[in-house]
């Protein structure tokens, strides 16, 4: 099997590097300083959970005479999302499998409107990875799979294939059947810790160390929670409780969201595949969504990167 990884930043990076140290038939799509860097030096991961090693698979910007592959991880941000997948729809064939790996409810029916239905998988990861430089990626915590399947929630022969090729070369694997589960547990968990820290400024510990700023996040995931709801998802009664007991619990105190380091950072925000996301699905399913609106509004200045 062939594979490619395209956004080869923070997950993608982790991932890349995972498959090309296992032997794998791998390509890392990539631009700017960091392809060069990816070309010249290789890529550098520096693991808690696997040591720091070098790899040197091949890398691109444009792969129109690359060919089909067998899988595509799809890593970019959103904000990113239709632009790759239109410039690299080259990668997709007939029987191509393609899993996506951003934060987000409805990414799948994005990129199946642009490269087919067919071909795309449900995907999502805990693993907190952040590129350091330009051909350095640094992974830390305990997280460690990749968790995808089918999105008609069943296991098919297809995803079977995938994972143990994905296990034979390094990837740690979760293979599930109930995909579109986990991906709403995961967005009223994401839609709170994106969107409080990023209007706050403020790391996990400083955020729940403030009682009100903690039931701001109880609040936005209970609002996210209810829209699922609505939608016919059958989300757990106290999923609320736990997601945010283990926040409290497992995060590190001065762990900050990916949003909120983008917002330092003065980069774009992937705000509306977030709580954008959120009030936009809450005004179709008729559930108020006022805290998720809040934010929304808060950071929508912000979207495109630092105002001039």
């Known amino acids: 099997m062939r594979a490619a990884v395209i956004g080869a930043g923070g997950i993608g990076g982790y991932l890349g590097a995972l498959l090309a140290r296992g032997g794998a038939d791998v390509l890392l799509v990539a631009r700017g300083p960091h392809l060069e860097a990816l070309r010249r030096r290789g890529l550098t991961l520096e693991s808690q959970l696997f040591g720091t090693f070098t790899v040197q698979p091949p890398a691109r910007g444009e792969v129109r005479d690359w060919g089909a592959v067998d899988v595509v991880l799809f890593c970019v941000k959103t904000y990113d999302l239709a632009a790759a997948a239109h410039q690299y ?37 805990y693993v907190a990875g952040r590129l350091l430089e330009p051909g350095r990626v640094r992974q830390q915590g305990h997280a460690r799979e990749l968790v995808f399947g089918e999105l008609e929630g069943r296991l098919t022969g297809r995803v079977g294939e995938i994972a143990d090729y994905l296990s034979a070369h390094g990837v740690p694997v979760d293979l599930r059947a109930d995909m579109r589960l986990l991906l709403w547990e995961k967005f009223v968990v994401i839609c709170a810790t994106s969107g409080v820290l990023a209007m706050t400024r403020l790391p996990f510990g400083k955020v729940f160390a403030c009682s009100e700023t903690t039931a701001l996040m109880r609040g936005v995931m209970e609002e996210v929670y209810a829209v699922g709801r609505r939608r016919g998802v059958p989300l757990s009664p106290d999923l609320v409780d736990r997601l945010l ?64």
């Open 89 to 125: 729809r080259d990668l997709v064939g007939q029987h191509t499998a393609v899993i996506p790996v951003q934060n987000g409810i409805d990414v799948a029916e994005h990129l199946g409107a642009i490269l087919g239905t067919e071909h795309i998988l449900g995907g999502l990861t």
């Open 245 to 308: 007991q283990y926040l409290q619990r497992q995060m590190a105190p001065e762990a900050r969201s990916s949003q909120l380091t983008d917002l330092e950072a003065g980069r774009p925000l992937e705000l509306e595949f977030l709580n954008g996301a959120a009030v936009r699905l809450g005004r179709e399913s008729g559930v108020p969504t006022p805290l998720n609106h809040a934010l929304y509004a808060a950071l929508k200045p912000y979207v495109g990167g630092a105002p001039a």
